[in-house]
């Protein structure tokens, strides 16, 4: 074992000369479990082999001292690689099968795991993660382009990783989520993304957007002009109208986290964002007195309480607030259930793409190298100005 780990490093050179690598922090933890279950090389970062195996090794991964440990025992590091060399097959970690290559390093007192792929091989997992692999084509291939365009405008060649692989980022499961009937939306959109003004855009999404799209200004404080608010007439689904009871009791307890003093007996909205979205409530106490909250707070309350989405209307009762909304998620950008539902009346990708992000175009990105600079990092070539009608 001490040869084995000896200098442990896989090198990454020879791995997808010509797609981008996209680099996904899968796991934080203090122990982890990776298993090779191939036939396999360890070589130094020279390239010498120090190692060959013709039957699967598992590592167990721990941390201590600021070191890391394989089964036990110190391997005198505190970065390993580990790399499948044909770039066919796949190993696991924590049981979970995951192509291309792995990285491991130690920050903020555990094991960070990176996993480091082909961003094909990438929206092969995330696209059916974030959309059901049964809806239509068109609306696969929207929501894989702008999956890729969200990674490309995420690389950051100078840190360890691009992506998280939760929400917070876009969903990424591994080879579990991978489903046969979106490999024909990535094929046919094969490095498509969309821009605007030569650079990627910001393809935030959501599930269902109520029936008006939110801009990126009224959400997050940034005003770009291609995340607009507007009337949607394509985004219907389960969660189009929805409605939520709040005792007073459970509002005055939510409140307090907002600073609010007193005992819940009101709920209004003062003001609405162009949207529809709340951008200013009102809890209002027994003895008369109004506690106000606005922006971020405002939706944010609001949310805490349950609600799937801030385009809401509220209604105080004896027993509380009724809330009555329309809508899942933030609303910026590409409504996944409009999506499919402009897909389902013959709209086509590109179509469906210039309805929620308008005045982008659509083209294709070139990376220099497998480490570019963050100025060159991604160019962008035959950029087509994308309409929906």
Request: proline letters at 5%; charged letters at 15%.
């Amino acid at each position: 074992m001490r040869f084995l780990v000896f200098l442990c490093a896989l090198l990454f050179s020879t791995a997808f000369a010509q797609d981008v690598q996209i680099r996904v922090l899968i796991a934080q933890q203090n122990k982890l479990q990776l298993l090779l279950p191939f036939s396999h090389y360890v070589m130094g970062f020279d390239g010498t082999v120090l190692y060959q195996s013709s039957t699967p090794v598992q590592w167990n991964l721990e941390l201590k001292g600021g070191r890391i440990l394989i089964n036990g025992e110190d391997s005198g590091r505190d970065t390993l690689h580990f790399q499948e060399t044909t770039g066919t097959q796949s190993l696991l970690l924590n049981s979970i099968r995951y192509r291309g290559a792995m990285s491991i390093y130690i920050q903020n007192g555990n094991l960070m795991a990176v996993n480091t792929l082909n961003i094909e091989d990438y929206l092969r997992s995330v696209v059916p993660a974030e959309m059901p692999a049964s809806w239509p084509l068109e609306a696969l291939k929207a929501q894989t382009i702008i999956a890729r365009t969200y990674a490309i405008e995420r690389l950051n060649p100078k840190g360890l990783y691009d992506l998280c692989s939760t929400q917070q980022c876009q969903v990424y499961k591994g080879q579990s989520s991978e489903n046969p009937l979106v490999d024909s939306a990535i094929s046919q959109t094969y490095k498509q993304i969309i821009a605007y003004n030569q650079r990627p855009a910001k393809t935030f999404f959501s599930s269902d957007n109520g029936g008006f799209t939110a801009s990126s200004a009224e959400v997050w404080g940034s005003n770009l002009p291609y995340l607009v608010a507007q009337p949607d007439p394509f985004s219907v689904g389960p969660k189009s109208s929805w409605s939520l009871d709040v005792p007073w009791a459970e509002l005055t307890r939510v409140a307090r986290n907002y600073g609010f003093k007193g005992t819940a007996s009101g709920f209004r909205v003062d003001r609405y964002s162009p949207s529809g979205r709340v951008s200013q409530v009102s809890i209002l106490t027994e003895a008369g007195s109004a506690f106000s909250l606005s922006g971020a707070e405002a939706g944010g309350i609001v949310r805490a309480l349950g609600a799937y989405s801030t385009r809401v209307n509220i209604e105080s009762t004896d027993a509380g607030a009724i809330i009555s909304g329309s809508g899942f998620g933030h609303g910026v950008g590409l409504s996944q259930y409009g999506a499919k539902n402009m897909a389902e009346r013959g709209y086509s990708s590109d179509q469906i793409l210039g309805f929620y992000y308008p005045g982008v175009s659509r083209g294709s990105y070139r990376v220099a190298g497998q480490q570019p600079e963050p100025e060159t990092k991604k160019t962008l070539t035959a950029m087509l100005p994308l309409s929906w009608n």
